[in-house]
């Protein structure tokens, strides 16, 4: 009988450990979809003009842009450029934002807004560079006798 009664503890043990892996398991998918969703924040951003325009292949285009966001979710927020770190502007506890900014470029500008304190991205926008005269290959140095 001894054992009959090792075998009935053993075989609830198990149900017990069965049990506690499920709730474990499920309070961790809990925990993550909950940090997937605080991720995902609904954004947009508008930049205007969204070309710049210079004369030449590799000349810098000058130009004044309006640039404007809005987020689903209130936090503190700033708007960088791809060729610099340091933040253009910051706003606290927002969901919408705007800025003026002049700047030269001989290249594509690429805006992002991000979590203050973060690395990633919750919306872009890109101001394309375009030249009225691109650059033409060698520059011909044949000789004509005709």
């Known amino acids: 009988m001894h054992t009959k009664q090792q075998s009935k503890v053993k075989k609830q043990l198990q149900r017990l450990l069965l049990q506690i892996k499920t709730s474990c398991s499920l309070m961790l998918l809990l925990a993550i979809s909950s940090v997937v969703n605080a991720t995902e924040i609904q954004a947009s951003m508008m930049v205007s003009p969204q070309q710049c325009v210079a004369m030449r292949q590799g000349q810098a285009c000058y130009v004044s842009v309006e640039l404007s966001w809005q987020v689903d979710t209130p936090g503190n927020y700033c708007l960088y450029t791809t060729d610099n770190d340091k933040a253009l502007n910051c706003w606290v ?15 594509n500008v690429e805006f992002s807004l991000r979590r203050q304190n973060e690395s990633l991205s919750v919306a872009t926008a890109v101001v394309k560079m375009a030249w009225v005269h691109k650059k033409k290959g060698q520059p011909r140095k044949s000789w004509r006798i005709f």
């Open 93 to 107: 506890n927002s969901t919408a934002g705007e800025l003026k900014k002049s700047f030269d470029s001989k290249v």
